[in-house]
Nanobody, 121 residues
């Protein structure tokens, strides 16, 4: 059993900052890529950033220069530092990971439960 647990969402004023965390736990052998998505009401889920194990991060144009993704492999945790937040960043944020379970020969997709981020004055 593997699960991703997110934390760090909340309400912030425009121009403010938040940091999201997502910790993977369970019967994990190895984690490939980890990433963050978001979904606003009435919109499709959008990939924001992802980072492979030992690789460089990649960002969507909408967050490049404002958001920073990082991971702590020892803790199986991925972070999303969000700066200069705008009202249009309001959404439910989901983490995703590509995980090899103990004994598996192929990776599985796992998703966090989602955390609400609201940017409002």
């Amino acid at each position: 059993q593997v699960q991703l647990v997110e934390s760090g969402g909340g309400v912030v004023q425009p121009g403010g900052s938040l940091t999201l965390s997502c910790a993977a736990s369970g019967s994990i052998f190895n984690i490939n890529s980890m990433g963050w998505y978001r979904q606003a009401p009435g919109k499709q889920r959008e990939l924001l950033a992802h980072i492979a194990s030992g690789g460089s991060p990649n960002y969507a144009d909408s967050v490049k220069g404002r958001f920073t993704i990082s991971r702590d492999n020892a803790k199986n945790t991925v972070y999303l530092q969000m700066n200069s937040l705008k009202p249009e960043d309001t959404a439910v944020y989901f983490c995703h990971a590509d995980i090899y379970r103990m004994g598996s020969v192929s990776p599985y997709d796992y998703w966090g439960q989602g955390t609400q981020v609201t940017v409002s004055s």
